[in-house]
Structure formats: structure tokens, C-alpha cells
């Protein structure tokens, strides 16, 4: 007859094994509700809900850490607005910002198109400005948010201006008009088309494009699709009060202070592009191209006046001009 002490020990095993069928059950249960599925007696829960649970609670598992992961300080500090839209999801998801399920057959959620997280609608207003965007996600360049683009390309700059650029300055800063002269239609769309398909392999040189007004108006045209311009709208007023300044010491450090509330990317454009323009103006008496004429052309492109009136935006052309024109002609002690 057996003891007592191994009557107990029995029991107690006995009683481990009902938990922990009774845990699978519970489990089972909850991804048979969140995937609308019914579970039967009939079928046995180790051939069909063992690959599904393993998949779930990976899912999980790694949802919970990426909501719970600190920002690294090794990495470079930057603020970027998610691009959420509502999306309908196959299969079980989480909320990667508050790690609970996502409930529903339909727009569960919204997603973010550059870099691919995953929220609950009411979640997305409480998510950090982090936005990381990624190639699988970035598939264009042009009209691209700059910010999204050299993240995702993890350049300082776009590639459509440094490429551009390059090519300028190998052979058309002598080229009368240049920036002033048009390039024909077509082949700057097919330029632009390039640069959205093949990206930095896309082929600009001499032997493609003979032309140089071709690549001048594809990088304009570049600057004129971007959805915030290279001077974003919450900097434009202090561009635009910084111009109205007359004392010159004063003026330049207004425009210092404009200058630094860009993003590190729009910045770095920015300075960039002046620079260029700046060697344009050395080759005046060629190209025929002063820092006047030249702010002419890229006042309204690299800036524009945010939620103004007709009226209002026509009134700030000639500051926008000007802007662009002390740009050009102090871009030694600005930047």
C-alpha cells in the first residue's frame, strides 16, 4: 500500500498537469476569439494550435521589447513624424506601442509608410516623433520628405542634389543661363523617372543627358516637389523677419538663428546648395548668372509662405528673393 508522503507527491504532479492543461486551453481560447475561429474537441490542439502559438507569442515577445526598448544614445538625435494610415492586417498583430492586441478582420490599426510600425489608431497620437524609415518601405525619391529619404538612404543629404550637382560643376558652370534656361519637358521627367526606379545608379552623365539644362531642371524640379521645402514652414517667418532687418550685423545673426532651426538634413541641403550657387556667381561672367538672378529662381523654390493667402504669399516674394540672395552672397560667414 503506498505511503502517504508518495500519495501526496501524486497529487500534486496530478494537480501541475490539470494547470497546465487548463493554461493551454485558456491560451487557446484567446487566439481562437482574436482570429474569430472556433476550437472543437475535435481537433487535437498539438497538430494545429502548436505552430500558431509558437508564432504568436514570438510576435509578442518581440512587440514587448521594441515598446519597451530605450532610444539608444549612440544614435543620432532627430525628431520625424510618423506617416501613419489606416491598414487592414492579415493574421494576429499587436500594438508596438502598447503591446495589446489589435482587434478586428478590418483597419485594425495604422501603419506607418516609412518605416512600418504598427499602432492602434488612438495609440498613433502618443507615439514619439522617431520615425526610422527604411529602403523596404521608401521606394521613391522624388516628393519624397527629405528627412525620409537621407535616413532611409543614410546620406546627409538627397542624392538627386549631390549627384545633380556634381555633374554641374563638371561641365555647365559656364553655360549661359544656367538655372535660367529650361531644359526640355520630357527629358526632365525622364530623369526624375530614373532617379525614382534606379535611385543613385541612375545615369546623368554627359553621354545620357547632353544637355546640362536637363540636370539643372531636374534638380529644380526636385526642390520644387519636396513636401516640406528645404526651408521647412515653422522656419520660414524667421527667414522672412530676418530679411527685413537693414542693420547688417544684425541681419546676419537673424539669419544665423533661422539657419538653426532646420532640420539636420534641410540644413545640410541648405548649405550645400548655397555653396553651389555661390561657385555659379564665380563664373558670372560666363553663365551670366548673379546672385540676384539666381535667388530669382530658387526664392520660390526653396521656400514658401505656410497657410497664407493669395495676397499674403504674393507680398513675400520679393523677401523670399532676398532671403536666397543674402543666402548666396554671405554663405562664408552663414554656415
Given at each position: ?93 499587436w ?26 489608431k ?14 523596404k ?40 543661363g ?34 546640362i ?73 560666363d ?16 521656400m514658401?509662405?505656410?497657410d ?28
Amino acid at each position: 500500500m503506498p505511503s502517504r508522503e508518495a500519495y501526496e507527491v501524486h497529487k500534486g504532479e496530478k494537480s501541475l498537469v490539470q494547470k497546465g492543461k487548463q493554461r493551454d486551453a485558456n491560451q487557446e481560447e484567446i487566439l481562437a476569439a482574436a482570429l474569430g475561429m472556433r476550437v472543437g474537441p475535435q481537433k487535437p490542439p498539438g497538430t494545429i494550435w502548436q505552430p500558431l502559438k509558437l508564432f504568436a507569442y514570438s510576435q509578442l515577445t518581440s512587440l514587448v521589447r521594441r515598446a519597451t526598448l530605450k532610444e539608444s544614445v549612440a544614435g543620432p538625435k532627430y525628431e520625424k513624424l510618423h506617416s501613419f494610415k489606416v491598414h487592414t492586417f492579415r493574421g494576429p498583430h499587436w500594438c508596438e506601442h502598447c503591446a495589446n492586441f489589435m482587434w478586428g478582420l478590418v483597419a485594425q490599426g495604422v501603419k506607418c509608410a516609412d518605416c512600418g510600425m504598427n499602432v492602434h489608431k488612438q495609440c498613433s497620437a502618443a507615439v514619439p516623433d522617431d520615425c526610422r524609415p527604411t529602403l523596404k518601405h521608401v521606394r521613391k525619391v522624388y516628393s519624397c520628405d527629405l528627412t525620409t529619404l537621407v535616413t532611409a538612404h543614410n546620406t546627409a543629404r538627397p542624392m538627386v542634389v549631390d549627384m545633380c550637382i556634381r555633374e554641374i560643376e563638371s561641365r555647365g558652370l559656364k553655360s549661359e543661363g544656367l538655372y535660367r534656361i529650361s531644359g526640355f519637358s520630357d527629358s526632365v521627367e525622364e530623369v526624375k523617372t530614373a532617379f525614382d526606379k534606379d535611385g543613385e545608379k541612375t545615369d546623368i552623365s554627359v553621354r545620357a543627358y547632353e544637355d546640362i539644362n536637363i540636370i539643372t531642371g531636374a534638380l529644380k524640379l526636385y526642390l520644387r516637389d519636396l513636401p516640406v521645402p528645404v526651408i521647412s514652414y515653422d522656419a520660414y517667418p524667421r527667414f522672412v523677419e530676418a530679411a527685413k532687418i537693414d542693420e547688417p550685423e544684425k541681419k546676419l545673426e537673424a539669419f544665423r538663428e533661422a539657419i538653426s532651426l532646420l532640420a539636420p538634413s534641410h540644413s545640410e541641403t541648405l548649405q550645400y546648395l548655397v555653396a553651389h550657387l555661390k561657385r555659379v556667381t564665380l563664373n558670372e561672367k560666363d553663365n551670366l548668372m548673379n546672385a540676384e538672378n539666381l535667388a530669382i529662381i530658387f526664392g520660390p523654390t526653396l521656400m514658401q509662405a505656410p497657410d497664407m493667402d493669395a495676397m499674403a504669399a504674393l507680398k513675400d516674394i520679393r523677401y523670399q528673393r532676398q532671403v536666397v540672395e543674402v543666402l548666396i552672397k554671405n554663405e562664408d560667414v552663414l554656415f
